[in-house]
Each structure stands twice: as C-alpha cells, then as structure tokens.
C-alpha cells in the first residue's frame, strides 16, 4: 500500500511562488501532482517516474512548475509565476504503472492541500 501526505498549500497573489510536499510511504513506480479547479475537471500537472525516465508537465504549466524528488520519500512541486487559475486542490498521488497524464491512471491519493491564487 501507498501512503500521502501533501502539505505546503496556501494563498499567494498572482506572480508569487508556492512549493508543495508530498510524503510517501511504499514503493511506487510513479508519483504524481493533480489538480482540481473549482468546477473542472482533474488535471495531472506534473510526474516523475521513481526509476530511469524524465519529469512530464500538463503544457499549461510546462516551463512554470518543476517536480522534483522521484527517488525519494519526499517529492516536491515548486510553482512559480502562479495566476488566478492556478488555484484549486493539489492532490499527490502515485501509481505502480508507468507515467501517464491521466488522473484515472493513479491508485493512490493522499488527502490534498488547497492553493488559492488572488
């Protein structure tokens, strides 16, 4: 079994900077940052895989979020230049199958922590 722990979320004006944390205990092939925007849908918007490969990123955050820490119990989100539509709930989450942008593709989900850009 997988356990998550996110923390680190709050509320930031535009153009600031948050970095979230996630706990984990139990292997996992891959870990993953999802989020969910008052009225949308999920959206995985980072991954790292725990072994050989590349961090992956939602194009909508390509370039202003950086995942870090695959091989470890600790992995990071650090996002930068956040806007108003950044805000939502951030859930940690991990799958033992191969990175993927889909959040039905992750059996493991910790409890989430809200971001609030204004």
């Known amino acids: 079994d997988v356990q998550l722990v996110e923390s680190g979320g709050g509320e930031v004006q535009a153009g600031g900077s948050l970095r979230l944390t996630c706990v984990v205990s139990?292997?996992?092939?891959?870990l993953g940052w999802i989020r969910q925007a008052p009225g949308k849908e999920r959206e995985v918007v980072a991954t790292?895989?725990?072994?050989?490969?590349?961090p992956m990123y939602a194009v909508s955050v390509t370039g202003l979020f950086t995942i870090s820490g695959g091989h470890a119990n600790t992995v990071f989100l650090q996002m930068n230049s956040l806007e108003i539509e950044d805000t939502g709930m951030y859930y940690c989450?991990?799958?033992?199958?191969?990175?993927?942008?889909?959040?039905?593709?992750?059996?493991?989900w910790g409890q989430g922590t809200q971001v609030t850009v204004s």
């Open positions: 989450a991990a799958s033992q199958r191969s990175c993927y942008l889909s959040p039905s593709d992750y059996a493991y």
């Open positions: 139990g292997s996992r092939n891959c």
């Open positions: 790292i895989p725990s072994g050989y490969g590349y």
